[in-house]
């Protein structure tokens, strides 16, 4: 079956400094999704990319979908405590959302 | 407010009973599913469904079972053949189960074995 693997699994960050997480696909994806969960809470739709080799900005949050429609990434210039949280791709496929493993980042003040 | 709301926000099993999750949205969405969050693992699908009256399994379906006999409804029920349930569950759903379409959660129930 399919397989989203996001790297890395944790990251701790002094805030101001800028963020990175890459989501890999086995398989090549419709789209791409990016949700974000905040500790306890739960997974929140931040954006999604469609086209091959797309670009989207929400603030200080840059998304990119790869040229061959296999991977993502998210990164978040100078972090700030708000960016606390698991940061999950995930890529529809058929009739099913398969989710990354996420990213788990920790912004120390 | 529109939304999807689970219930409890904690429910402990034990060990050969069966439990049940709430699932109810007011969105009017058609498709619903369930999740399974273990720590480090990400978000697992159990089960899914498009439509009231069907349902389909997801990756981990084994040991869980649903019901979907109203649109807003979707119970998720943990057998005793779940041997680990130990977990956050998640529902969500989505306007239809389109590719493009993006996920509503719940606020989900953290599930522990006594």
């Known amino acids: 079956g399919q397989q989203v693997m996001q790297i890395p699994q944790y990251q701790h960050v002094q805030e101001g400094e800028d963020f990175t997480t890459y989501c890999n696909s086995s398989?090549?994806?419709?789209?791409i999704q990016w949700y974000k969960q905040r500790p306890g809470g739960h997974p929140v739709f931040l954006i999604q990319?469609?086209?091959?080799?797309e670009v989207k900005k929400q603030k200080r949050l840059t998304f990119q979908f790869g040229e061959a429609k296999k991977n993502s990434s998210l990164h978040i210039t100078a972090t700030q405590t708000t960016d606390v949280g698991t940061y999950f791709c995930?890529?529809?496929?058929?009739?099913?959302?398969?989710f990354g493993t996420g990213t788990s980042l920790t912004v120390i003040p | 407010d529109g939304g999807i709301t689970q219930s409890p926000k904690y429910l402990f099993r034990k060990e050969g009973q069966n439990v049940t999750l709430s699932c109810e949205q007011n969105?009017?969405?058609?498709?619903m599913y369930w999740y399974r969050q273990d720590p480090g693992q990400g978000l697992r699908l159990i089960y899914y469904?498009?439509?009231?009256?069907?349902?389909q399994k997801g990756d981990i379906a084994e040991g869980y079972s649903v019901s979907r006999e109203k649109k807003e409804s979707f119970p998720l029920t943990v057998t005793s053949a779940q041997k680990n349930p130990t977990a956050f569950y998640l529902c969500?759903?989505?306007?239809?189960?389109?590719?493009?379409?993006?996920?509503?959660f719940g606020s989900g129930t953290q599930l522990s074995v006594l």
């Open positions: 969500a759903s989505s306007l239809t189960q389109g590719y493009d379409e993006k996920l509503f």
């Open positions: 398989t090549t994806l419709s789209n």
């Open positions: 990319l469609v086209k091959s080799g």
């Open positions: 995930a890529g529809p496929t058929g009739n099913q959302f398969y």
């Open positions: 969105l009017n969405h058609d498709a």
């Open positions: 469904s498009q439509i009231v009256n069907d349902f």
